[in-house]
């Protein structure tokens, strides 16, 4: 296989046949995705107009080296300086350089998710006076979530601060994101996974037409209040007609509390019957809202809310959706706290869908500021190795604070780095 490692390069060594990725989104410039081969001296024109002083570049997909880096004065200089020196000096720029990076990816995640998150408050508000419009919005959102998706080659599923977004379309927006990277594992196509990105970011939009005390699951509520409930999934399905959705995100909105084994809502469909887009969405909605439930003091860490899916509930949901899930999120899904072989603590800070078993972690260091923290990659470090995962509260005081276990659960996407280190937790 080819090299796609990215690596960081200055803007004026590019030239044409060099592949570059840039760190903005979508609405930052003007290109049909992120990723590309730069094929003309326009396109040069426009990376060189961004304003940005480095992009990133993949050896393996270019069809050319870049221009060499011009010599100058600081690299003579450095040259001089003792060897020990440049050694602590070289190190510490690393990890200088290293702390920007990753403090510079997750700010670019939870920059993402927040504009997400505004644009889709604006169609909840819109959807009723202009439909039409509504859908446009949302169908262009998901397109620009799916082209990153889609055109990266590992992507790592990023645990976000609690301040990213807006309460009211956190969900929505979990469900979304995580729908459209298990899309991406079920091996679905870009259509698919782009009718699955609208269908999951509109599911509960029938909501809107309950009153407010019922816009919130509660098994315990009277079985009046459990009815007018159930009925979001028809409102849905009326309010996706009149925006002019497909009929593949039309059955999603239908169908999204359906079980496999018949004993869901408003249909009790079985099986097959349920559309196979439907039981993705189906199954993320449960762990989202297992994680994130309307009052918080009943929310499962992630870790326990898969497990539980896996244990108590797996035939509510088609088994070769729910393999590829726990596949995807691993055994401690991103914001899983855990007590690790040398008895430290940590908590998974995000996890690569293509090798979940090695998530990366934050350790508790008393030593080293939380700001500073690192996230250390598992899958580097064969002398670490999980040995349970905890809940929040069983943390000691210090190690809590530092740590900062997330009351909701808050993800997007990330490209996955291939060397050691991450993300900064902090933000």
């Known amino acids: 296989m080819p090299d796609t490692t990215l690596e960081l390069i200055d803007i004026d060594r590019l030239r044409v046949g060099v592949f570059v990725q840039l760190d903005l989104h979508w609405t930052q410039h003007p290109f049909q995705f992120s990723a590309f081969l730069i094929k003309s001296e326009a396109q040069l024109e426009k990376l060189r107009a961004l304003g940005v002083q480095q992009v990133r570049w993949s050896r393996g997909r270019s069809e050319v080296e870049p221009l060499p880096a011009p010599v100058g004065a600081a690299d003579v200089l450095e040259a001089r300086v003792a060897p020990a020196d440049a050694d602590r000096a070289t190190r510490a720029a690393a990890r200088k350089a290293e702390l920007a990076e990753q403090q510079a990816s997750l700010d670019r995640c ?23 419009q509504a859908r446009a919005v949302a169908v262009a959102q998901v397109d620009a979530m799916v082209g990153e998706a889609l055109s990266t080659e590992d992507v790592a599923i990023r645990l976000l601060s609690e ?16 729908s459209i990277l298990l899309g991406r594992v079920l091996g679905f196509d870009a259509v698919q996974i ?18 407010d005390r019922l816009r919130w699951r509660d098994d315990v509520a009277p079985a009046a209040e459990r009815r007018l409930f159930q009925e979001h999934c028809a409102h849905g399905v009326a309010l996706g007609k009149r925006m002019g959705l ?11 509390h359906e079980q496999a084994d018949g004993r869901g809502y408003p ?15 189906a199954l993320v909605n449960q762990y989202d809202n297992l994680c994130n439930p309307g ?20 035939d509510a949901f088609d088994p070769g959706v729910l ?19 040398d008895e430290r603590f940590a908590i998974v800070a995000s996890v ?30 064969p002398d670490l190795g999980v040995q349970r995962a905890v809940k929040p509260l069983q943390l000691p005081r210090a190690v809590f604070d530092y740590l900062s276990p997330r009351k909701r659960m808050c993800y997007f996407f990330e490209r996955s780095l291939g060397a050691p280190g991450g993300r900064s937790m902090r933000g």
Do not use: C
Request: aromatic residues 4%.
């Open 163 to 178: 301040k990213s977004g807006h309460e009211t379309t956190l969900h929505a927006m979990n469900v979304s994101v995580l």
């Open 267 to 281: 249909a009790a469909l079985a099986g097959e019957a349920i559309r196979p887009l439907a039981r993705v969405v």
């Open 110 to 132: 939870e920059h993402y998710f927040a504009e997400s998150s505004r644009q889709l408050r604006g169609i909840f508000q819109n959807v009723r006076a202009n439909p039409a």
């Open 295 to 314: 009052n918080p003091a009943h929310a499962l860490t992630p870790h326990d809310a898969l497990a539980m899916i896996f244990a108590r509930q797996r």
């Open 323 to 341: 393999a590829a899930f726990v596949r995807m999120m691993g055994v401690y899904p991103p914001g899983s706290v855990l007590q690790l072989n």
């Open 194 to 211: 782009a009718h699955l990105g609208v269908g999951a970011m509109l599911h509960d939009v029938g909501k809107i037409e309950l009153p």
């Open 352 to 381: 690569n869908s293509e090798r979940p078993l090695k998530p990366r972690i934050v350790i508790h260091d008393p030593d080293v500021p939380p700001e500073e923290a690192l996230v250390v990659d598992l899958e580097e470090r």
């Open 246 to 256: 497909a009929p593949e995100v039309i059955e999603i909105i239908a169908q999204h």
